[in-house]
């Protein structure tokens, strides 16, 4: 990894990227906070005028990330149309493409083990982006009369912990070989899913 420099004025940012490439090669509990400030550049003493300790620093990695995710599950969301169920699906390829391209992010989100309450900064972002799951869990269940309609947060979760399932075991981990492309497992898996539960229809 190579030595990080920085600018006047965007020390915290050079440390949180360098957090963020340690534990993307580390782990997040792989790394001390003397690393992540050899990595940007300063003495360690410098990390301690914005942030208290490495969790401080974990989470305000999560909670960029977490603001990335949103942004682009939105993004895949709005312009997945025309069908609600084509919307959804789009959001899970965002869902993988995300986990790939920005791994330091997606494991302090998942794998660090610090709380999205921990902030309320980190709550809120990781909300918005839990919101757009639940909203095209929503728009999918219109059809159904409300006294049958599943909750759109059950819904939204289950899908979340499918997506996290398949980047966890074939996306990210180059050890297991996936029988299939992991965005095919997760399309036919939120398909099946979606159709036991009644939410579209078994020819779509």
């Given amino acids: ?65 977490f603001e990335m995710f949103a942004d682009l599950m939105q993004y895949a969301y709005d312009t997945g149309q025309p069908s609600a169920l084509a919307a959804f699906e789009a959001t899970g390829r965002a869902y993988l493409a995300f986990a790939r391209k920005h791994s330091g992010h997606y494991i302090a989100m998942f794998e660090s083990s610090i709380s999205v309450n921990r ?43 499918l997506s996290h399932g398949v980047v966890e075991l074939y996306a990210r981990n180059a050890g297991t070989a996936s029988p299939f492309p992991p965005e095919d497992l997760l399309e036919s898996g939120i398909g099946i899913y979606l ?5 579209v229809a078994p020819d779509e």
Avoid: C
């Fill in 119 to 161: 902030t309320p900064e980190l709550a809120a972002a990781a909300a918005r982006a839990r919101g757009v799951l639940e909203q095209a869990a929503a728009d999918l269940s219109q059809h159904i009369p409300p006294e049958k309609r599943p909750p759109a947060s059950m819904v939204s979760a289950h899908i979340w912990a």
């Fill in 195 to 199: 159709r036991g539960l009644g939410l």
């Fill in 1 to 65: 990894m190579s030595k990080r420099g920085y600018h006047h004025g965007n020390l915290r940012q050079a440390l949180i990227d360098a957090a963020l490439e340690l534990i993307e090669h580390k782990g997040p509990a792989g790394f001390t906070l003397s690393e992540a400030a050899k990595q940007a550049g300063v003495t360690p003493a410098a990390v301690y005028r914005h942030f208290e300790g490495r969790e401080d620093l974990i989470a305000e990695g999560a909670r960029q990330g």
